[in-house]
C-alpha cells in the first residue's frame, strides 16, 4: 500500500509519538509511508531521520490552496491509496485534497476525547472512509455526543514496542543522576505541562501525600507553557526541594525504571501512552478516572484510580501504593499482561494494516 499522513502539530507528545510509530511500523512492513508536515514540526525531522518521504507544506489555514495544489501534485506523482490525517488544519487541508485527487480511502485519526461538531459547516468530518480513535472511550463520545455513525468508526489503541520500549539504564545510576536516594520512594509524571495534564493537581497532591511518606520526592518529565506557574506553585506549596522538574526527556523507560510508581492526573485523555508505557515495564500506575484511562487501569486490579481534580484522593492512592509495595506489584504485573495482549505496536500495526487492506479491497470491487 502507499500510505501519506498528514500533520500539522508542531508539538512533541502521545500523538505525534503514535503517528511516527505507525509511519515507521508499516513501512518497516514493506509498505510505501509519507509525511505531509510543517517545516518546523518536530515531526519532520524525525521522519526524516527515520529515512521516510517527507513533503514540506505551510499548512496556513484549514483552506489553504497553495498547500492544497502541492499536496494534490503529490498524491497523483506517487500513486497515494490512503491519506490519514491527525490534526485539524491538515485534516481540512489533507481531507479535501484527497478527496480533489481521487485518492481512493480517506482516514482520520482522532486522538483527543474532544466531541467535535458534525454540522455541514463542519463537513470535512463527514468525508473520511474510516474515523480511526485510539479507544473505545473517544468512539464513544463521537457517537454520543457528535452523533457519528458507528460504521464510521473504529477504536485501535496505541502501540506499545515492547521490545524496544524497556530501560537501560540501571536504577541506582537514574536515581542517582536524579538526586534521589535508593531510599526515596519516587514519582514520576510524565507529560507536556500544560493545563489538561492536571500537574497543579499532582503537586497539591504530592504536598498531601508528604505528611506520610516523608522520603517522598516527585519528579516531572515534560515541558510546556505551565512550567514557569508550576514551579512557583510549588514553592508556594513548600514542596520545590523535593520535586524535579526535568524538562523534555527521551528517557522515559529509564526514569520509569526508576520510579515506585506513575501519577497521571489529567482531567481529560484519550488512552495515554505514559500509562500504557508505565504498565509495560510493571511501574504501578495512579491515574484519573477519565477517559480512555479506564481502559487500562481497572481500578485495584491493574492500577488505582481516583477522580479528577481531587488532590486528597491522589494522596491517598499515592500513600496506598507505598505502604502496599506488593499488592502494587501485582497490580502492575497484571498491567503487564494487558498490554501485551492489547496494547502492542504489533497488535495496533496489524489492526491498521487490516483495516487499510480491507478497505482498499473494498473500492477496487465497487
Not at 506523482?77 to 487541508?93: F, M, R, Y
Not at 481497572?298 to 500513600?319: F, Q
Request: aromatic share 4%; net charge positive; glycine share 8%.
Amino acid at each position: 500500500m502507499r500510505i501519506l499522513h498528514t500533520e500539522w502539530s508542531d508539538g512533541w507528545g502521545g500523538q505525534e509519538r503514535r503517528v511516527l510509530s505507525e509511519m515507521t511500523g508499516l513501512a518497516g512492513r514493506g509498505h510505501f509511508v509519507a509525511l505531509a508536515t510543517r517545516p518546523q514540526c518536530r515531526i519532520r525531522a524525525l521522519a526524516e531521520m527515520a529515512g521516510l518521504p517527507v513533503l514540506q507544506l505551510p499548512l496556513r489555514s484549514p483552506l489553504d490552496f497553495g498547500s492544497m495544489v502541492s499536496l494534490r501534485r503529490f498524491l497523483r506523482q506517487q500513486n497515494i491509496d490512503i491519506v490519514n490525517t491527525h490534526s485539524g488544519v491538515d485534516s481540512w487541508v489533507g481531507g479535501v485534497t484527497a478527496k480533489w485527487a481521487g485518492t481512493p480511502i480517506l482516514l482520520r485519526t482522532r486522538h483527543l476525547n474532544l466531541a467535535l461538531k458534525r454540522g455541514w459547516l463542519n463537513f470535512i468530518h463527514h468525508l473520511p472512509d474510516r474515523i480511526i480513535t485510539c479507544g473505545e472511550a473517544i468512539r464513544t463520545q463521537l457517537m454520543t455526543h457528535s452523533r457519528f455513525p458507528a460504521e464510521q468508526l473504529v477504536s485501535i489503541p496505541t502501540g506499545i514496542d515492547l521490545e524496544n520500549f524497556r530501560p537501560r539504564t540501571d536504577r541506582r545510576t537514574v536515581r542517582k543522576n536524579l538526586g534521589a536516594a535508593e531510599t526515596d520512594f519516587v514519582i514520576l509524571m510524565v507529560g507536556i505541562l500544560r493545563s489538561v495534564k492536571g500537574h497543579d493537581t499532582a503537586l497539591k497532591a504530592f504536598q498531601k501525600a508528604c505528611a506520610k511518606i516523608p522520603h517522598a520526592r516527585l519528579i516531572l518529565a515534560g515541558d510546556g507553557p505551565l512550567l514557569q506557574a508550576m514551579e512557583e506553585l510549588a514553592r508556594d506549596l513548600g514542596v520545590s526541594e523535593r520535586v524535579g522538574f526535568l524538562g523534555f526527556r527521551e528517557d522515559v523507560a529509564d526514569l520509569m525504571g526508576a520510579a515506585d510508581v506513575l501519577l497521571l492526573t489529567s482531567r481529560s485523555e484519550g488512552v495515554p501512552q505514559c500509562v500504557t508505557q508505565a504498565m509495560s515495564v510493571e511501574l504501578p500506575v495512579v491515574a484519573t478516572r477519565v477517559g480512555g484511562v479506564v481502559e487500562l487501569i481497572a481500578h485495584e486490579e491493574t492500577g488505582l484510580l481516583v477522580p479528577p481534580e481531587d488532590p486528597e484522593a491522589a494522596a491517598d492512592a499515592i500513600v496506598r501504593v507505598h505502604h502496599e509495595r506488593d499488592l502494587a506489584r501485582r497490580w502492575a504485573a497484571r498491567g503487564r499482561t494487558l498490554v501485551e495482549a492489547k496494547y502492542s505496536l504489533k497488535t495496533m500495526l496489524d489492526r491498521t494494516e487490516e483495516l487499510c487492506a480491507g478497505l482498499l479491497s473494498k473500492k477496487k470491487l465497487c
